[in-house]
């Protein structure tokens, strides 16, 4: 128990201290219980005794009670708070034709939006986005805390949502920066691609941008090593492995490591490599994770104000003390 009004315990020792005595030499002056011998005040029960004694007494309680409640108690409770810095996440979704590759299953889209739903569901007092990309880059969703609404965008993802052959990855990383330079002081960008940036802005170049407005960036690079065999659809809807005019079998490009290990050290994050599914959801857990570091756990006193009890207490006895007053004085006069 603390109290708030510390200060004021002097003034109100010196206060009670005055109001006491007062009572006390009031009652010592002006009251007095008059017997005309011994054997009467023996034969005073102790009842009558008790109702001259009691109003004083729930007198001086009640004043020290309301001298408690002007120093404002106050109950101390010990509570650990997590201190959030507020990270805004972009995640950058390669949806280009190669994302159909089957080396992660269904495809490489397919587990990649599961990993997403994923992670953002896990995310707490976190707010999201989401970009997409091909030839061209889209705000797919606005950063939002509402979770709920960022995996519903995720679904409606597909090979088909941006209609322009190529991978701008420069260009989503623009698009990115630019939905996250309003934010708070934690900015973080996940981009996920498993091809080579071949339209649009140079991709170190981007990344130089987003560092100067302290983006964070992480790349990831989708495909198994060596490139995933390159499988279409044919008009009878078998799939069958694309050859070249040789009959070589062709394969979907693999990420180009070099930019996106570039990318990440100017954008002050860490470049991975997924080559199935687990290995991508893992690489998600981990910037997850990382981030979180951010996070200060600190103790602090919760303090609760207890003076209303005191103070409804001393008024209470106060009033109680009156009554029985008022009670005797109506007895002595009937």
């Given at each position: 128990m603390n109290f708030g009004n510390i200060?004021?315990?002097?003034?109100?020792?010196?206060?009670?201290a005055v109001l006491i005595a007062a009572l006390l030499w009031r009652n010592f002056?002006?009251?007095?219980?008059?017997?005309s011998n011994f054997s009467s005040l023996l034969k005073a029960s102790s009842k009558q005794q008790l109702l001259y004694i009691l109003?004083?007494?729930?007198?001086?309680?009640?004043?020290?009670?309301?001298?408690?409640?002007?120093?404002?108690?106050q109950l101390v409770r010990k509570e650990t708070q997590e201190k959030i810095k507020g990270i805004d996440i972009i995640l950058a979704l390669d949806v280009s034709g190669s994302m159909q590759a089957e080396d992660l299953k269904p495809n490489r889209v397919e587990a990649a939006k599961r990993v997403c739903r994923d992670f953002v569901s896990g995310l707490e007092n976190d707010r999201v986005g989401l970009v997409v990309f091909a030839g061209k880059a889209f705000t797919q969703c606005p950063l939002t805390?509402?979770?709920?609404?960022?995996n519903s965008f995720i679904d409606q993802v597909d090979l088909q949502t941006v209609r322009i052959n190529g991978t701008a990855i420069g260009e989503a990383l623009l698009t990115a920066t630019n939905r996250l330079e309003a934010s708070g002081p934690?900015?973080?960008?996940?981009?996920?691609?498993?091809?080579?940036s071949n339209v649009g802005i140079n991709p170190v170049e981007a990344a130089k941008i987003a560092a100067y407005k302290k983006v964070k960036i992480y790349t990831i690079g989708i495909g198994k090593k060596g490139?995933?065999?390159m499988v279409v659809m044919?008009?009878?809807?078998?799939?069958?492995?694309?050859?070249?005019?040789?009959?070589?079998?062709?394969?979907?490009?693999e990420p180009d490591e070099e930019v996106l290990k570039n990318v990440a050290e100017i954008g002050g994050g860490r470049y991975f490599r997924a080559t199935d599914e687990k290995s991508l959801k893992d690489i998600y857990n981990i910037i997850g994770r990382l981030e979180k570091q951010d996070i200060q756990v600190k103790t602090y006193d919760r303090k609760e104000d207890k003076f209303i009890w005191f103070l409804w207490a001393g008024f209470l006895l106060l009033l109680t003390a009156l009554a029985l007053e008022a009670w005797k004085f109506l007895r002595v006069v009937a």
């Open positions: 200060n004021l315990l002097p003034w109100g020792i010196a206060a009670a002056k002006f009251v007095r219980i008059r017997f109003p004083d007494t729930l007198k001086i309680l009640g004043i020290i009670l309301l001298v408690i409640a002007l120093l404002r108690p805390v509402d979770y709920e609404i960022v934690s900015k973080v960008i996940i981009l996920a691609t498993d091809g080579v490139g995933a065999p044919d008009s009878s809807g078998v799939k069958r492995q694309v050859v070249d005019n040789y009959g070589t079998p062709q394969k979907w490009e």
